[in-house]
Every structure is written in structure tokens, then in C-alpha cells.
């Protein structure tokens, strides 16, 4: 079992940055592949961003590419998505997610956060 709370969520300008933090419980995290999710007002929930258990592949949604990075510290049982160059079209309550395999699909992803939400004002 994984318990995992995300923060750092809040209200930033158009070109800003943020940094959201996902802790987790238990003694397996270093075990699980993390993902960032995101989902807009009104649209369904998409994939982010995504990290091995051992830190050495990421992988991003083309629409945050070269923006986000995600990162873990096994060492602290967290991951991390920095968010730079925001655009008012991230705007969305953003999850992350621990699963097994190095997929994209949300239904691949067995423990869920509860979301923090990110608004980019123009």
C-alpha cells in the first residue's frame, strides 16, 4: 500500500514557475514508477510526465516537453515536477500516480494522490 499527497499547487503568472511535490508512504517507493497526471476544467484527465523506479528514464507529453522536469529522491520518498514557462492552458488540478511499469496510461497506475491545483494566470 502507497499513500501519496501532493503540494505546492497555487496561483502563478503566465511565464512563471512552480514546483509540486508528491510524498509517499510506505518502504516500496524506490519499487514504483511515478507519473505526474493533470486534469483541466472540463477536459479528461491526461498524461504529464513520468519517471523509472531507478531515476534513469523520463518521459514527457509533448505539450510540457522542455518545460516540466520530473524528478525523484528515493533517499525522501518523493517525486517532484518542476514547472517552468507556464501557460494558462496548464491550468489544471495535477496528480501523481505510482504503478508498476513505464506506461502513460492512467488505468496502468495503482495508488493516486489526491491532486493539488495549478493556476496560470495570462
Known amino acids: 500500500q502507497v499513500q501519496l499527497v501532493e503540494s505546492g499547487g497555487g496561483l502563478v503568472q503566465a511565464g512563471g514557475s512552480l514546483r509540486l511535490s508528491c510524498a509517499a508512504s510506505?518502504?516500496?517507493?524506490?519499487?514504483?514508477?511515478m507519473a505526474w497526471f493533470r486534469r483541466a476544467p472540463g477536459k479528461e484527465r491526461e498524461f504529464a510526465a513520468i519517471?523509472?523506479?531507478?531515476?534513469?528514464?523520463?518521459y514527457y507529453a509533448d505539450s510540457v516537453k522542455g518545460r516540466f522536469t520530473i524528478f525523484r529522491d528515493n533517499t525522501k520518498n518523493t517525486v517532484y515536477l518542476y514547472m517552468n514557462s507556464l501557460k494558462p492552458e496548464d491550468t489544471a488540478v495535477y496528480y501523481c500516480?505510482?504503478?508498476?511499469?513505464?506506461?502513460?496510461?492512467?488505468?496502468?497506475?495503482?495508488?493516486w494522490g489526491q491532486g493539488t491545483k495549478v493556476t496560470v494566470s495570462s
Open positions: 519517471i523509472s523506479a531507478s531515476t534513469i528514464t523520463t
Open positions: 510506505g518502504r516500496t517507493f524506490s519499487r514504483f514508477t
Open positions: 500516480a505510482a504503478g508498476r511499469d513505464l506506461n502513460t496510461r492512467s488505468n496502468d497506475f495503482d495508488y
